[in-house]
């Protein structure tokens, strides 16, 4: 961590390239007091992150399925999305508090879950989850995190869990007790992974877990797997096929319904008819989701899919997005479409990369900062306010 500078300048301590620098802390900026400033954008971080990155590991956090179609296809329909700002509504500074499952929230933004975050910094898992606490956001800890899930609720703060259906269902009974006692306050079931997308730069790479980043939730779940680096093959890959269990069906989404009274939400629904089915099954959010492009290569864009989904739920259950957030005005183009909140996935491990907590911290203030500036132009009051703007979808 760079020592606090004591000038306007912002002091460099870490190269990075075309010209970007890990700025030092700023003391005399509100809200960088952790010791971190933002640059501009997050995907700016995302530069800052690539050069402290080992290329395989960059090619893990930000690589899609197949030929990285569906990945595309997420910014591109965030894109095309224009919103009708509104004019003279006599709002000064709005609001960011948004209500999603389970609570009320600084803002509408949950951070997504992800696997290994120790691979990106030592602070990992417990990193995110304090910037995600003092962010006032939800942290939502995987399943496939690489500190065990006592330990990042440990660390305060809302937490969710997020459930990997796994082949044997007493581990599965296992995880949720242990989140629960833990402390999670919802729970996020992902159904969009039967098996693992096939992810071509991690075969290339040869992809395999360094020694010190493991599955820290599953002792005993064939965690050796994910270490044995071959090349042409992603161990990754090779370990989830071994533990996860590909036939996850409606039933078992109602067995979790009845055994968890957490606020349930379920992730990777696309299809408007699946939505209505897990609304019925009495879920309390579905997650526009195509796992930020890396499972079904050529499934939709989810800002395509979300106001079809939107309608069909009805207010019948809450509907998030993710997959491609990358602003504050991405958040607002969810919202105007008609979500109640999004996911950020890549962005905020570009962030831990490149500062740890304090860097996600940095990341999360400046989403805030965005979208509070989003909501001012367009005229909202609040992010209620923004689910009533109108869109245009352009080609
Ligand atoms: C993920 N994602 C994911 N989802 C999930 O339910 N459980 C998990 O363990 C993981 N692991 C994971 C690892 C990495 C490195 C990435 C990039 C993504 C998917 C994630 O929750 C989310 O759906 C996408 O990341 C959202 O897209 P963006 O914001 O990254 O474009």
Redesign the pocket.
């Known amino acids: 961590m760079a020592e606090p500078a004591t000038t306007d300048a912002p002091a460099v301590d870490t190269a990075a390239p075309d010209g970007w620098t890990v700025p030092a802390a700023r003391p005399d900026v509100p809200g960088t007091d952790a010791g971190f400033v933002a640059p501009p954008s997050l995907a700016d971080f995302g530069e800052l992150a690539r050069a402290v990155l080992p290329p395989e590991v960059w090619d893990?956090?930000?690589g899609g399925s197949g030929t990285e179609t569906t990945?595309a296809a997420?910014r591109a329909a965030l894109d095309r999305v224009a919103v009708l700002p509104r004019v003279l509504t006599g709002v000064d500074t709005p609001g960011t508090e948004a209500t999603l499952p389970g609570g009320s929230f600084a803002m509408p933004v949950a951070v997504?879950?992800?696997?290994?975050q120790k691979l990106l910094h030592p602070d990992g898992e417990v990193g995110l989850a304090a910037a995600a606490r003092a962010a006032g956001v939800p942290y939502?800890a995987?399943?496939?995190?690489s500190t065990p899930i006592e330990e990042v609720t440990a660390a305060g703060g809302p937490v969710w869990f997020?459930l990997?259906w796994l082949r044997d269902r007493g581990m599965v009974a296992d995880l949720l007790d242990r989140a629960q006692a833990a402390g999670c306050t919802a729970l996020?079931v992902?159904v969009d992974?039967p098996v693992l997308g096939r992810r071509l730069r991690d075969a290339r790479n040869g992809f395999a877990l360094p020694p010190h980043v493991t599955a820290a939730n599953l002792p005993g779940g064939r965690n050796d797997l994910a270490h044995q680096g071959t090349p042409g093959v992603s161990a990754v890959a090779v370990h989830t096929g071994a533990v996860f269990a590909p036939a996850l069906s409606w039933a078992d989404l109602a067995w979790l319904r009845e055994r968890t009274p957490l606020p349930l939400l379920v992730?990777?629904i696309l299809d408007p008819r699946d939505a209505v089915l897990a609304a019925e099954t009495g879920v309390d959010a579905v997650?526009v989701?195509?796992?930020?492009?890396?499972q079904l290569d050529g499934a939709p864009a989810t800002a395509t899919v979300l106001p079809e989904v939107v309608a069909a739920v009805g207010e019948r259950c809450a509907v998030l997005l993710?997959?491609?957030?990358?602003s504050g005005s991405d958040v607002l183009r969810a919202l105007a479409l008609g979500a109640s909140g999004v996911?950020?996935?890549?962005?905020m491990?570009w962030a831990l990369a490149a500062g740890g907590r304090a860097g996600a911290e940095a990341a999360l203030a400046l989403l805030a900062a965005e979208l509070r500036d989003a909501l001012t132009l367009a005229g909202c009051a609040d992010p209620a306010a923004a689910r009533q703007l109108r869109t245009l979808v352009g080609d």
Do not use: I
């Open positions: 893990f956090v930000n990945l997420n997504a879950p992800m696997a290994y939502v995987s399943t496939l995190g997020q990997y996020m992902t992974v992730k990777g997650v989701s195509n796992h930020g492009g890396r993710d997959s491609g957030v990358r996911l950020v996935g890549r962005p491990l």
